[in-house]
């Protein structure tokens, strides 16, 4: 069984409009939801993943 939690943040409006835009979602919850699980899923938010990819750039540029 999975356990949900409440969880809060202090978020300026301005912030949390454009975050509502962004995922097309109309609520707070929703938005959020959405941004958190993007976030946790998407390999290019993880900066090892990241770094790799640019070490992986700057040596072939070496190379050439």
């Known amino acids: 069984m999975t356990k949900i939690v409440h ?3 202090v978020l300026p409006e301005d912030v949390l409009e454009e975050l509502k835009k962004k ?3 109309s609520t707070t919850k929703d938005a959020l939801a959405k941004a958190v699980e993007h976030y946790l899923k998407c390999p290019y938010v993880h900066e090892d993943t990241f770094e ?3 070490e992986e750039i700057i ?3 070496k190379k050439s």
Do not use: V
């Open 7 to 9: 969880a809060q943040t």
């Open 23 to 25: 995922t097309g979602e």
């Open 52 to 54: 790799k990819k640019i």
């Open 59 to 61: 040596k072939k540029k």
